[in-house]
């Protein structure tokens, strides 16, 4: 009987914070290239952003070998490198140090991001449980994302060096992991009498579906990069439109991220609709990103990027809880990681929707780039309505 659920919960909700180190870095652009001048635009773009190719090999390379190793440890040294790397950053002597600490970064993030999915997985027994974890796992993220964002703003109109010391909060996360999160062995190594039904010989087939995972990583994929598509374009979509400054550009961006707190309900939503889930998810996505497309108001603007983030959010809990359903133990983990690295490739992908919108369609404006991007969207919803079809007439 574990001791303290709650501080348990904590601690794996937690392993969200390094998830969001960008949001630290980025208010701080124009104030290090201020403290170091002679920093190349390259680098600069780096110690901003290139912290997810790092996180690309760091996820693969630990989904290929988690299995064989105790999760908790793995989530333990992850979050403690990340912790002493992102507060060390605070003294960097110039913008290269900050840049290598941003690549340890990356190299925990994917870490940590593989781990804990498959830590609620093995902590939690009830499906329904587990997947409303997987969904406030994905909250939090995006709360840390709104909370770093405006703490980093706020301290940096004192020093940049002062927002990085702000890490210093992530130290409580390898505290609470050490403390109240049970020891997850490897599999082989469990008694088996601990061993969940699900992993008994012939509940699950160690081959891997690679029709579903193909299909479902290309879906994952185009729902991770045309989701983000108006957070990265939201300043050129208000001055396109003339309807304020950056300030506006801020709320509309901070709406997606508040979207988010949808991953409350996922475990619920998922419960009722389970092979719909996908349909509903990539149906909402289009409806929001085709009105983007008319002149609507700034409150309907605010609204459906709200329910776009959501999607973004719930996109990344179903695909997630899928793998762990659906894969046995030894591979999901593998598996866990294509995903990882596929949502990475999105949301890099997504500033450049418009401008490859504008060379398809022959029409360079931000504004009626959704339209395609809806149309795409649209198309998946279709997909996953036929399959739906399919499966109940076998069934």
């Known amino acids: 009987m574990r001791s303290n659920k709650f501080l348990e919960k904590a601690a794996l909700l937690c392993c969200g914070y390094g998830l969001m180190s960008d949001a630290v870095i980025v208010p701080l652009a124009t104030s290090i290239l201020r403290e ?17 190719l790092f996180s690309l090999v760091s996820a693969l390379i630990t989904g290929r070998i988690i299995h064989r190793l105790n999760k908790k440890k793995v ?7 990340y912790s002493i790397a992102s507060f060390v950053s605070a003294f960097a002597p110039s913008a290269a140090f900050l840049a290598v600490t941003r690549a340890i970064d990356g190299l925990t993030d994917g870490m940590v991001g593989v781990a804990v999915v498959l830590a609620i997985n093995e902590v939690y027994d009830d499906p329904q449980e587990r997947n409303s974890m997987v969904g406030l796992h994905w909250t939090a993220v995006s709360a840390y994302g ?9 301290l940096c109109v004192y020093s940049w060096r002062a927002s990085l010391f702000s890490n210093i909060l992530s130290f409580i996360t390898p505290l609470l992991i050490w403390r109240y999160v049970p020891s997850l062995p490897p599999r082989e190594k469990t008694a088996p009498s601990a061993v969940d039904a699900s992993e008994l010989p012939g509940e699950k087939n160690e081959r891997l579906p690679w029709l579903w995972i193909i299909f479902s990583l290309a879906a994952s994929l185009v729902l991770n990069c045309l989701s983000n598509v108006f957070y990265f374009s939201a300043d050129f979509y208000v001055a396109e439109r003339a309807l304020g400054n950056s300030a506006l550009t801020g709320v509309f961006t901070a709406m997606s991220t508040v979207g988010g707190v949808a991953g409350i309900f996922f475990g619920r939503l998922y419960a009722k609709l389970k092979n719909g889930f996908p349909a509903v998810m990539f149906c909402a996505a ?4 085709a009105a983007l497309s008319f002149p609507i108001g700034v409150v309907a603007i605010c609204f459906f990027h709200f329910v776009i983030g959501s999607t973004y959010t719930l996109g990344l809990s179903y695909y997630q809880t899928s793998v762990v359903e659906r894969i046995h133990s030894k591979k999901n983990g593998q598996v ?26 022959g029409v360079e404006s931000y504004v009626k780039c959704f339209v395609p991007v809806s149309l795409v969207l649209a198309a998946f919803t279709v997909i996953y309505i036929a399959i739906l079809c399919v499966k109940g007439r076998r069934n």
Do not use: K
């Open 286 to 289: 289009a409806i929001g990103t």
């Open 336 to 361: 866990l990681s294509f995903f990882d690295v596929v949502s990475y490739i999105g949301m890099s992908a997504a500033a450049y929707v418009p401008m490859a919108a504008a060379r398809i369609t």
């Open 75 to 81: 989530l333990l040294l992850g979050t403690l490198v």
């Open 146 to 154: 709104v909370v770093l964002s405006l703490l980093s703003g706020f």
């Open 36 to 52: 170091f001048p002679d920093t190349s635009e390259v680098l600069l773009n780096f110690i901003m952003g290139g912290a997810f």
